[in-house]
Nanobody, 128 residues
């Protein structure tokens, strides 16, 4: 069992930056890929960015060059905690959504159906 806790988010004007974090806790948490999805009102969840357990990163086309995902590589004693950050720059109103982090063992997948664990979501609002 892995628990995901998100933090960050908020409301900013277009062009500004925000940072989100997602901490995965539990057995084998450091072996999990963590991916950020987002959901706008009336739409499905889209993959934003993901990082595999080995550090390979993936980005959705709409955020390439603006968002960066990275992992805190400092290890706790028994490798049961794993924190991933999403730096969001040059934000646009269309980035407004609820952002969720999700995890699964090892590899990033673009489909939300492949993820076993989910955070509670955090709101990001970008106004023009």
């Amino acid at each position: 069992q892995v628990q995901l806790v998100e933090s960050g988010g908020g409301s900013v004007p277009a062009g500004e930056s925000l940072s989100l974090s997602c901490t995965a806790s539990g057995r084998f948490a450091t072996l999990h890929a963590i991916t950020w999805f987002r959901q706008s009102p009336g739409k499905g969840r889209d993959m934003v960015a993901g990082i595999s357990s080995g550090g390979t990163t993936f980005y959705g086309d709409s955020v390439k060059g603006r968002f960066t995902i990275y992992r805190n590589n400092a290890k706790n004693r028994d490798d049961t905690k794993n924190t991933v950050y999403l730096e969001m720059n040059s934000l646009k109103p269309e980035d407004t959504a609820v952002y969720y982090c999700a995890s699964r063992l090892q590899a990033v997948h673009t489909s939300e159906d492949r993820y076993n664990y989910w955070g509670q979501g955090t709101q990001v609002t970008v106004f023009s």
